[in-house]
T-cell receptor, first 114, second 113 residues
């Protein structure tokens, strides 16, 4: 079935460090790919997305490129900040009757220290 | 952006009782809402898709008689955990569709004693 595998962490980094969170997927057809972020005490928020191969999603300094050949959607940021401390979820979507059904990875908790 | 609320944020109940969790889209109408369950160190697992004015669609392995879903209006869906047991303790999260985008509530922590 369709699934998402991502780094689980937890990961602790110092401010201004480089961040990579690996994400690979298994899917029938051509899913859209997403990164969601959950800040402490808040709901999940869409961070970025890509809907087709070679698309690059970007937001708040984060980037991820849809790689069909490696079925990957790794998240990167060149210089993390304390405010980036959160849980990050990779996800893919499957169309279901006009709605997008999401399949999530397990999430990775990131802590950034000053 | 669109806002989704959940109530309550935390609930503790005795085994055998029923608990209702509300999910509201505050500034938009949602014909479709989703209910997820999140175990510790596990991903969000889709439980069911809630459609306004019709029966919910449950994922395989989810007991529809135990997890009752009612989507009575375009801004409200409720999840009732009936005859709750300790194994039902979990974090329940809803989301609401606006077009093809999903907006998530902050979640409800259920603890069954």
């Amino acid at each position: 079935g369709d699934s998402v595998t991502q780094m689980e962490g937890p990961v602790t980094l110092s401010e201004e460090a480089f961040l990579t969170i690996n994400c690979t997927y298994t899917a029938t057809g051509y899913p859209s790919l997403f990164w969601y972020v959950q800040y402490p005490g808040e709901g999940l928020q869409l961070l970025l997305k890509a809907t087709k191969a070679d698309d690059k999603g970007s937001n708040k300094g984060f980037e991820a490129t849809y790689r069909k050949e490696t079925t990957s959607f790794h998240l990167e940021k060149g210089s993390v900040q304390v405010s980036d401390s959160a849980v990050y979820f990779c996800a893919l979507s499957l169309s279901q009757g006009g709605s997008e059904k999401l399949v999530f990875g397990k999430g990775m908790k990131l802590t950034v220290n000053p | 952006g669109a806002v989704v609320s959940q109530h309550p944020s935390r609930v503790i109940c005795k085994s055998g009782t029923s608990v209702k969790i509300e999910c509201r889209s505050l500034d938009f109408q949602a014909t479709t809402m989703f209910w997820y369950r999140q175990f510790p160190k596990k991903s969000l697992m889709l439980m069911a898709t809630s459609n306004e004015g019709s029966k919910a669609t449950y994922e395989q392995g989810v007991e529809k008689d135990k997890f009752l879903i009612n989507h009575a209006s375009l801004t409200l869906s409720t999840l009732t955990v009936t005859s709750a047991h300790p194994e039902d303790s979990s974090f329940y999260i809803c989301s609401a569709n606006q077009g093809l985008a999903q907006f998530f509530g902050p979640g409800t922590r259920l603890t069954v004693l």
